[in-house]
């Protein structure tokens, strides 16, 4: 290979206060080569991010960069004036972020924004300017540009607005962009379009592309090379195909055991335990020392040394030895979970024909001009000790549906049975009473617990409102509590921000324990979580069913938690179900096209697979103005005149696999 | 024999002291709002405008405690006047009074007399003052020394307070630490405390130099001259220390429950108790706020005419008034808060610990009661701490367009009403007006300081580290 074009040597970047500096990164080498995809892999907190800002000399006023050399196509950054760096930024760099919602000035339209990128950069001026805009617009896809151009921010869909960020980012032709987690705020079919257009708009333009991500996934798909960081340090490299046959570092290998899917189903999900240390020590020991199950000796006496192992691979590690890759968990008996499950025939939960519609108020008079049917029609059942699992992409109305249930949003037609009990029906003390049995997981733990609530407290609330036990009873009952979910009793005594986001996901688990719920409704419970702390989470999620025989409402978009964790699958779009089955059935032989679409967006950690992503084209429209017909049938690559026509009635398939479309009906 | 005298607002000043008490005891139990605290403590602008603040509230204490003197003689009917424990301590200043305008540190009048000498003869001259440099045998040429040399004695003395009265402050902070004078005091050059110690006795040494100079300076001249009728204006100035405070404070006390009230009911019931609520206050809104506070004043004046017997003193009658002036500022300036506390709530009880609370059953007037008031807390005490520089300004506007407090109330707003027209003589009256803003200046600006300080140490967006 030639001359890199981006090198980084040594490079250590501060925050905070000089005398006791967090070192959020510290030592990082890295060389990216013209026209290829380099991963930067790791968990939040791990100093991703800090390096690509390092690379843009754009830290936060606190941060600065000690030590090192940013080689950027033969100039070192570091030492160029801010003016010159202006030009390197957004010129040969450009860099997109995470949220396409903030990145844009809502006040500005779209064409304005992109056009003043250009003028920056290409010095045009008057009409060529805004032919260039048109050009940038075409070539991040957006269908009809001249009209888009003239739009403001809040016009476009999320999707959208990301790719106007990247055309955007490439007005200034750069030769290298940065793209810090492009797709997380992203649901997976926009996803696939995304990775779509930087797989394509690379290869059309031949530029270096450095992709931030935490998801194994995506790199299988997108990156040649990567590297997998953690703690500052980047602990391997290695390139794609080579890392996905067996990593070297103990800490990648983790991240792989972690990650749920169908074919774990009956065992525990390995864990990493305890959580990146603090970035203000001076390391004298491997950085991954008390996280990693195979340290001797040496890891805690000794910095591991960067080891090239051959051209393309190497590892911080002093035990890298090229032992097959093992995983524990799958030797250790005592891990597994031997479920024997007894299937009840009579549901615990039983909902028919669920609708919620919010409505739009207009006027001075506030008067209803129509309805948000955020939920519209939806039939589900749950066992006891099952878990249903609702699948679709965010605003589809999955977390409606769960709050519709507890009541805690008045349905406005349909009915939920708990145990035979008409729960629509319940008022006052009865409903009261009837709550202990459902309870919810949040899915950000930082906001599902008051602040200014010791632990302790926290969990004993629904107990007091509930009235069960003495106060002795109840702290009793709260140490206990918290030992089922794996903390200590002393985190009564103390307030939620002390702990982690796994830590406090756990005491949101024990406060709805607490009132000895049936069913446990889990709205996107690991969603905010990393890989490895939303293993622990699951496989306390999984237990508890199994101990205690709870049924589980888990309401999520990720596909291969509900492989690994649900019975049944509900698919849900735009209000409906459109499809629902057992989850080998539906997840192995979707006859839905949706479903279909969806699953074969998301990305699979393994570069050999190859899969036909079947696009989508545009997004899901408003629940307020629902398409005519089958709901689907705008973005459908199979839809027919029938479609446009009437709402498609539920087919049964097979194997109790019931699916809302037009496809599957004309036979009966 | 002395008989105490409880007005209306003294009453009220006491329970919000009470109630600040007891929110610190209440408060040094929760971390979450003893943190906040403990990092204005270690502000170093937010503790120097605490002293200066503290000074005005110390004068303003002092002057809420009122009560009657016994005239000694027997039979004699009571008089009517009301004292407080200020005015005896500065009894000097309130009864040397002089004929008419003086300038600060004068000796003479301001204003040209016939004056009839020693032997029959009229004059046309600048009589000496009664008591302002009375002492002097010949002003023009002793003046400057004499003043000169006041001024040196009040600092040395100032100086010696203040070193005192430091070191015994330091002993007994080493003493509580169990440490030395020696390390205490070492530790406070290098500034390694947790308190800034440094800005503390700077800020109290200046006050108490500038206050040592004007007292020896006042005891033998009118340290700010006198106003028309003769009163000393540093008199007059300190005097609206309180009635400044009594504004900015009471104001909010009387808003602050029926704020916080409709606006987390409107913010968390919503439906119709939100309309009901916020057409409420938007109707307050658009009434303009001179024009109600005009309207209520002038009610009021015409009940107090008509009934006078209720009231057996002119400061009672003052005091009602300003009380009334409090509350109906505070029924027009409640709306800015309320609304606060509804978006506030609004976006509270969509969080999910609400949520969790409610599918636990818990009731609705204990979720606000546990989880929405604490975690709207900060929001009140940074609104108060803002209003209350606003509300002492408003009192002076409102004074000089004669709707603010009773005319015979010693108020910054009355002072400059009083110099408005001074201002057209020639040569000048300025020392009222001057005297009003550097003492409204100086509180106010300690003021916006301190809120500055409070606001940036519990606003949560503000806050850096966890």
């Known amino acids: ?668 | 024999m002395i008989e105490p005298v409880i007005l209306w607002t003294d009453a009220l000043i006491f329970l919000l002291v009470l109630l600040i008490a007891g929110f610190a005891l209440y408060a040094r139990r929760k971390e979450h709002l003893r943190a906040p605290w403990q990092e204005i403590a270690r502000s170093r602008v937010g503790m120097g405008a605490l002293v200066v603040l503290s000074v005005y509230v110390a004068i303003g204490l002092l002057d809420s405690l009122h009560y009657r003197p016994q005239v000694a003689q027997e039979g004699q009917a009571e008089t009517a006047e009301v004292l407080s424990l200020f005015d005896k301590l500065v009894t000097p200043l309130r009864v040397r009074q002089e004929k008419t305008y003086s300038a600060p540190l004068a000796t003479h009048q301001y204003a040209k007399e016939n004056i009839e000498l020693a032997d029959g003869s009229m004059v046309r001259d600048y009589p000496r003052l009664k008591h302002a440099g009375a002492h002097l045998e010949n002003p023009q040429e002793e003046w400057l020394q004499d003043i000169l040399w006041l001024i040196a004695k009040g600092l040395v003395e100032g100086l010696i307070f203040w070193l005192l009265c430091s070191a015994l402050l330091i002993y007994w902070s080493a003493r509580r630490s169990d440490g030395s004078f020696r390390q205490k005091f070492a530790a406070i050059r290098r500034s390694d405390t947790t308190l800034p110690w440094k800005s503390l006795l700077f800020t109290s040494g200046v006050l108490t130099l500038v206050g040592f100079v004007a007292a020896e300076l006042s005891l033998h001249y009118h340290l700010l001259g006198t106003d028309k009728v003769g009163e000393d204006v540093l008199y007059q100035a300190l005097k609206s220390i309180r009635t400044g405070l009594v504004i900015g404070t009471l104001t909010t006390m009387v808003m602050l429950p029926a704020a916080i009230l409709l606006g987390i009911m409107a913010g968390y019931f919503r439906g119709w108790v939100d309309d009901v609520i916020q057409y409420t206050y938007t109707t307050l809104n658009s009434i303009p706020g001179v024009l109600l506070i005009a309207a209520a004043i002038l009610m009021m004046q015409i009940y107090m005419s008509n009934h006078e017997e209720e009231f057996t003193s002119l400061t009672q009658r003052a005091d009602l008034r300003l009380l009334f002036l409090c509350m109906i500022l505070g029924v027009t300036s409640w709306t800015g808060l309320c609304r606060l506390l509804r978006g506030e709530t609004f976006k509270l009880r969509e969080l999910e610990y609400v949520q969790a609370s409610l599918a636990f059953g818990v009731g609705h007037f204990k979720i606000i009661g546990r989880h929405i008031l604490p975690n709207v807390l900060h929001i009140v005490l940074i609104t108060l701490v803002l209003d209350f520089s606003g509300l002492v300004l408003a009192e002076a506007v409102l004074s000089y367009v004669n709707i603010g407090v009773d005319p015979t109330m010693n108020s910054w707003g009355n002072m400059i009403n009083g110099a408005r027209l001074e201002m057209a003589r020639e040569p000048i009256v300025w020392w009222s007006l001057a005297a009003a803003l550097v003492f409204m200046f100086t509180l106010v600006l300690a003021a916006n300081l301190f809120s500055d300080v409070v606001r940036d140490a519990f606003d949560p967006r503000l806050r850096t580290t966890r």
């Open chain 1, 1 to 668: 290979m030639t001359d890199p074009l981006l090198k980084i040597e040594n490079l250590q970047t501060q925050l905070g206060d000089e005398q006791d500096p967090v070192r959020v990164v510290d030592g990082l080498d890295l060389a990216i080569h013209r026209g290829e995809t380099f991963a930067l892999l790791g968990e939040s907190g791990c100093g991703k991010s800090m390096t690509a800002l390092s690379m843009m000399r754009l830290l936060p006023p606190s941060g600065r960069v000690v030590e090192g050399d940013i080689e950027f196509g033969g100039t070192d950054l570091l030492w160029l004036s801010e003016q010159e760096m202006r030009q390197v930024r957004g010129g040969r760099m450009g860099m997109i972020f995470q949220e396409p919602m903030t990145s844009l000035n809502p006040v500005l339209k779209i064409g304005d924004q992109i056009a003043e990128a250009v003028r920056l950069h290409d010095r045009l001026r008057g009409s060529r300017v805004t032919k260039r805009v048109l050009e940038l617009l075409d070539s991040v896809g957006i269908p009809d540009p001249v009209r888009r151009a003239r739009e403001y921010p809040h016009q476009l869909s999320g999707g959208m607005k990301q790719r106007v960020m990247i055309a955007m980012a490439l007005a200034g032709r750069p030769e290298l962009l940065i793209a810090d987690e492009p797709t997380t705020a992203l649901d997976v079919t926009i996803q696939a379009q995304v990775l779509n257009l930087l797989k394509d708009l690379q290869r059309d333009s031949g530029m270096a592309v450095l992709l931030i991500t935490h998801d194994l996934g995506i790199v299988a798909e997108t990156a040649d090379r990567l590297a997998v960081m953690y703690a500052g340090q980047i602990v391997e490299t290695s390139d794609v195909s080579t890392f996905f046959q067996g990593p070297k570092h103990p800490y990648s290998r983790k991240l792989f055991e972690s990650l749920p899917d169908s074919n774990k189903r009956d065992e525990k999900l390995a864990v990493i335990k305890g959580f990146v240390p603090s970035l203000k020590q001076q390391f004298t020991g491997c950085r991954f020392l008390q996280r990693c199950e195979e340290s001797g000796d040496r890891c805690s006496r000794e910095v591991p040394e960067w080891r090239q192992l051959n051209r393309r691979q190497g590892v911080r590690c002093l035990l890298y030895a090229e032992k097959p890759l093992v995983s524990k968990a799958k030797q250790d008996p005592q891990t597994t979970l031997h479920r024997t499950r007894k299937t009840s025939a009579d549901p615990l939960l039983s909902v028919i024909d669920l609708k919620v519609h919010f409505p739009i108020h207009k006027g001075v008079l506030r008067r209803v001009v129509g309805h948000v049917r955020a939920v519209d029609g939806v039939d589900l059942q749950i066992p006891k000790g099952h878990t249903l699992a609702l699948v679709g992409e965010s605003g589809c109305g999955k977390t409606t549906v769960g709050k519709a249930i507890l009541q805690l949003l008045k349905p406005t037609a349909g009915s939920a049975r708990f145990e035979g009990d008409e729960l629509t029906r319940l008022r006052g003390a009865a409903l009261r009473k009837r709550r202990a049995d459902m309870q919810i997981i949040f899915q950000d733990p930082m906001s599902s617990m008051n602040p200014r609530m010791l632990v302790g407290d926290i969990i004993a609330e629904g107990m007091q409102a509930q009235k069960m036990g003495t106060k002795p009873q109840q702290a009793w009952r709260v140490n206990q509590l918290l030992q089922q979910v794996g903390l200590s009793e002393e985190a009564a005594g103390r307030y939620p921000h002390e702990f982690s986001g796994g830590q406090r996901q756990r005491i949101c688990v024990a406060r709805a324990l607490a009132v000895q719920p049936k069913l446990i409704i889990c709205d996107e419970p690991t969603s905010a979580l990393d890989v490895s702390v939303q293993a622990q989470i699951l496989n306390l999620l999984k237990e508890l069913q199994h101990e205690l025989d709870l049924s589980y409402l888990f309401i999520t978009h990720n596909i291969s938690v509900v492989s690994y964790l649900a019975d049944e699958v509900a698919v849900m779009y735009l209000g409906r179900i459109v499809e629902q089955g057992r989850v080998e059935s539906v997840l192995n032989s979707p006859a839905h096209p949706y479903t279909q679409a969806l699953l074969s967006a998301v990305p699979v950690p393994d570069p050999d697979h190859q899969r036909d992503v079947i696009r989508l084209e545009g997004d899901m429209p408003s629940p307020a103005n629902p398409p005519t017909g089958c709901h689907f049938h705008p973005r459908c690559p199979q839809a027919s005149e029938q479609c446009r026509q009437a709402y498609p009635p539920q087919a049964e398939l097979s194997r109790g696999q019931r699916v809302s479309c037009w496809l599957h009906t004309v036979g009966q």
